[in-house]
């Protein structure tokens, strides 16, 4: 069973404007929620996270949305810049767990 | 601090031989991972330390697969008989103390393929 689901494989946007991923979830027990950044050959670079207890977090161009009662959050980015296109992953930690559980991705293109 | 080291970057091996893959923490990191990628998934996790322990398995790290922590320091993930399917990213982590949101630190990862 998939715990965390990204059901969007992609997504291109124009420099400039907005990107808005999407993330969604099953189990009501995972304490923080965690935005991941990967480049190919690379491993994945920590963006952006938020409690359980919050609903938004915001850090520069990137916020982080979580809707606990629709088991949903979001990432937008921006401006989005061609720099920031990669494979984004949405993942979930219970606070006292030891293992990330990962969506299967989304890959963003940033047209210049 | 020179991040999570992984080696060998990338493997070719034939079918049924064996690989292992090295990971060196970020120093004085106490907690381990070990996760693989396949193409079009997210990472999943197999594996982790805390120190020389090792106090969580996957069930997807079948008996083909061990690793080891000696010393609480690097780890080994040895795959024996290698399958095809065992084609994938193999990614270590690292982190310290108990989860505050942007503790879990990944390495480049190592590319297996096996043909």
């Known amino acids: 069973d998939q715990q965390v689901k990204q059901n969007s494989p992609s997504l291109s946007v124009q420099e400039g404007r907005i990107s808005i991923l999407n993330c969604d979830y099953t189990?009501?027990?995972?304490?923080?929620f965690l935005w991941y950044k990967k480049y190919p050959a690379e491993g994945p670079t920590f963006l952006i996270s938020?409690?359980?207890?919050?609903d938004k977090n915001e850090d520069g161009r990137f916020t982080v949305f979580l809707n606990k009662s629709a088991k949903h959050l979001s990432l937008h980015i921006v401006p989005s810049q061609p720099g920031d296109s990669a494979v984004y992953f949405c993942?979930?930690?219970?606070?006292?767990?030891?293992?990330?559980?990962f969506g299967g991705g989304t890959r963003v293109l940033v047209k210049p | 601090d020179t991040g999570v080291s992984q080696n060998p970057r990338h493997k070719i091996t034939k079918r049924g031989q064996n690989v292992t893959f090295r990971c060196d923490p970020i120093?004085?990191?106490?907690?381990l991972y070990w996760y693989r990628q396949t193409l079009g998934q997210g990472p999943e996790f197999l594996t982790y330390?805390?120190?020389?322990?090792?106090?969580?398995k996957s069930r997807l790290l079948s008996d083909r697969f061990s690793a080891e922590r000696p010393k609480g320091s690097f780890s080994t993930l040895e795959i024996q008989r290698t399958e095809q399917g065992d084609s994938a990213m193999y990614l270590c982590?690292?982190?310290?103390?108990?989860?505050?949101?942007?503790?879990?630190?990944f390495g480049e990862g190592s590319w297996l393929t096996v043909v």
């Open positions: 993942a979930t930690i219970k606070a006292a767990g030891n293992k990330l559980t």
């Open positions: 330390f805390q120190n020389e322990a090792q106090l969580e």
């Open positions: 189990n009501s027990m995972f304490d923080y």
């Open positions: 982590a690292s982190s310290s103390g108990g989860f505050s949101g942007n503790t879990i630190y």
């Open positions: 938020i409690s359980s207890i919050k």
């Open positions: 120093s004085e990191h106490n907690r």
